[in-house]
């Protein structure tokens, strides 16, 4: 039995500025005390091509918890355009990961799609030949997250005779060509969103939110 259920994530912002933090509010259920920590990635996916483009935009551990139901918010910096190799790959297919492993062991991974674009017609309409970065915005796909849940050593007791390949984050995410839901991209779409949706968060660190206490915890609907 799993010792770990992540049972929801809410991003506060689907819509922001390529280079704005990304804030998400994770809950999870602890189904009885536990031994080890738990330890967090987010990563966002540079290039479709290859790994070593990966960004690690914030990773921590949490330590051992109680039994009980959790609920957080991470907080990371934007990815840095700095090291996207190619304007192809920052206007193409793109990515951000959560990896949570226990033991060592990834239990968890979602990712979900990211499709940066210009919302001022006058850029969309003549791209510039050098990027813009302060005014690209991405959007991040929420509404279909791919999911995997991995069946591990939750006691450490077990004598794993082989160990499968890991599989990477761009076969996770890119073995099919991604979809785009039609009002993704559509910038007509972004632009009528924007204004609503875009508030520049203060403070640019992985924050706990709530303090891991079971008196805060909100009811939130599974997108799991």
Known sequence: MALINITNIVFDQDTALFNSPIQMQITFDVMRQLDEEIEWKLIYIGSPNSDKYDQVLEQFSMPPLQQGTMQFTLMSSGPNFELIPSKDDLFGASAIILSVKYRKQEFFRVGYYVYNTYLEPELIENDPPQVLIDRVYRQINTSAPRVTRINIDWEGQMVQLYVNPQQNNQSFMFQQQPIFND???????????VTDKIQQPQQQQQQYSGGLNNNQYTDLQSIF
């Open 183 to 193: 009002i993704t991209n559509t910038p007509d779409y972004l632009q009528q969103t």
